[in-house]
């Protein structure tokens, strides 16, 4: 995948057709056509110093969570220099950028994003900010799942009117910025007329059909629901982003792209590993359902064979009738364990889990060393499946 043209072969050629032209205007075209090559090129690494420093100076490359951090790390290491914009333990539905990040972002040359909601409100403005800055979408072109109506939320509509109301601010438009309101509160309203349906994906369309009305854009997926960005919970799509982002990386540090390569390769093997030994570890347990607080798993269980039930509703902790429904079907599952992740309240999913005598387990969809992680979350899946069939 190495990118030939940016080669740094390619660089010293230009540079030695430069000094090329000097030394003709210097000496005559044809002394100048007697000097080989190799000495051009001996000359150039003597007279360039800056340009060999700026080739060692790592690339600042952006990225907005943890995961992907860590794959831009196994990419390109020490030639890299990573800003993640969403810290361990905070949640991306919830975040937005602090000044000093914005200020950072100002200078940043590449931005690897994956499609977290907050990117669709916030790279338009820092694009504004850094008209230099290179985003690039690993996300895009991959086949994308949607909340189903167990695990719908209303996180990117929640963002897109911050957004809106942020710009209402700047420009005065109080009055405007009522109306939204309004117009939100009449969404969640109709999220409530569905409380206690059943958690079918057939149903989803139905729910669905006030999203258009509040803003949410998502094309002809419109009716699918909101899209689900955690795709890098699946091994076999983060292969794919792994291709994209070594690509990337390669054109813009070509001095490395050879050991860009060789890291990649390595990477994919490991990925492709760990997808087997996942698949092999959870084979048994292929149709059965799991509680989860947020619907953040999804990519994964879908590759597993597994369904999540999500404790959330529409992106809000579940009303006492909610959580009623929830209880009864947990019990008639015999659900032990009802999962967790740190960047959410875990109030209502210890109360079900109270009701239940479960146990709380954590499965995090933003650690930092994914491989551990998704090694983690099968196991605690695993001994998840295994508490319920004892009881």
Not at 46 to 54: L, V
Not at 68 to 95: C, F, N, R
Not at 210 to 227: F, N, P, S, Y
């Amino acid at each position: 995948m190495s990118m030939h043209a940016g080669s740094p072969l390619a660089s010293r050629q230009v540079l030695c057709e430069k000094l090329l032209s000097r030394v003709q205007r210097t000496l005559g075209p044809r002394a100048a056509r007697a000097l080989p090559l190799s000495v051009l090129g001996a000359l150039a690494a003597f007279a360039t110093p800056a340009t060999h420093a700026q080739d060692s100076a790592p690339l600042h490359v952006a990225v907005s969570v943890p995961p992907i951090a860590w794959m831009v790390d196994q990419l390109a290491g020490e030639h890299v220099e990573i800003t993640t914009l969403v810290k361990p333990g905070d949640s991306p539905h919830a975040y937005d950028p602090t000044p000093r990040q914005v200020a950072e972002l100002s200078t940043v040359p590449l931005y690897l994003a994956i499609g977290v909601p907050f990117e669709q409100v916030w790279l338009p403005r820092l694009v504004k900010n850094n008209a230099e800055m290179q985003v690039v979408h690993l996300e895009e072109g991959l086949n994308t799942r949607h909340f189903g109506s167990g695990e719908a939320h209303d996180h990117g509509h929640d963002e897109a009117h911050a957004y809106e109301q942020e710009q209402e601010h700047d420009e005065h438009h109080d009055d405007d910025h009522t109306d939204d309101h309004a117009d939100h509160d009449e969404h969640d309203e109709h999220h409530g007329e569905h409380e206690g349906h059943e958690e079918h994906h057939h149903d989803h369309h139905d729910e669905h059909a006030d999203h258009q009305a509040h803003g949410a854009q998502h094309g002809e997926d419109e009716d699918l629901g909101e899209a689900d960005p955690h795709l890098w919970l699946d091994p076999q799509r983060m292969q794919t982003v792994v291709e994209r982002a070594a690509e990337v990386l390669e054109a813009r540090l070509p001095q490395h792209a050879g050991e860009i390569d060789a890291n990649e390769q390595r990477l994919l093997k490991t990925l492709s590993e760990l997808d087997a030994q996942i698949a092999q570890t959870l084979a048994p347990y292929k149709g059965r359902n799991f509680l989860i607080f947020h619907p953040s798993f999804g990519y994964f269980a879908d590759r597993y064979s597994l369904e999540q039930h999500a404790i959330e509703v529409s992106g809000r902790e579940p009303t006492p009738r909610e959580m009623a429904t929830l209880i009864t079907r947990a019990k008639d599952e015999n659900i032990g364990t009802i999962f967790v992740s740190g960047q959410f309240s875990q109030t209502a999913a210890k109360r079900i889990a109270s009701s239940l005598e479960a146990e709380v387990a954590v499965l995090d969809p933003l650690a930092e060393d994914y491989l551990d992680n998704l090694k983690h979350a099968t196991e605690a899946l695993k001994a998840g499946f295994e508490l319920t069939d004892s009881q």
